[in-house]
């Protein structure tokens, strides 16, 4: 496994923006396995729920709730993935988690908030 570490998370009006960072750290050879990353989401009462994800190809996938108002991205050593949120309302509320798969087994970040106030 490797370890992942978000930060940009915190509080936005509805309509405002926010830009989530993660970083995998561990062994060189797991770093360059990692595939795929992405951004999960846990709202209050609500299951855990995929957000976005990026393969090392750069192929994504959006849940539909955040088509076209968020970004994906990974940075160019492969080990950091950002996810920019435009548009956001107050079903975006939730804590985002960072993750990874890395040889079959997945790894999660611990979390952070992102509260939007309408």
């Known amino acids: 496994q490797v370890q992942l570490a978000e930060s940009g998370g915190g509080l936005a009006q509805a309509g405002g923006s926010l830009r989530l960072s993660c970083a995998a750290s561990?062994?060189?050879?797991?770093?360059?396995?990692?595939?795929?990353m992405g951004w999960y989401r846990q709202a209050p009462g609500k299951q855990r729920e995929m957000v976005a994800t990026?393969?090392?190809?750069?192929?994504?996938n959006y849940a539909d709730s955040v088509k076209g108002r968020f970004t994906i991205s990974r940075g160019n050593a492969g080990n950091t993935v950002f996810l920019q949120m435009n548009s956001l309302n107050a079903e975006d509320t939730a804590v985002y988690y960072c993750?990874?798969?890395?040889?079959?087994?997945?790894?999660w970040g611990q979390g952070t908030q992102v509260t939007v106030s309408s």
């Open positions: 990026i393969t090392k190809g750069d192929s994504t």
């Open positions: 561990g062994s060189i050879f797991r770093l360059k396995a990692i595939d795929p």
């Open positions: 993750y990874s798969r890395t040889y079959g087994l997945d790894s």
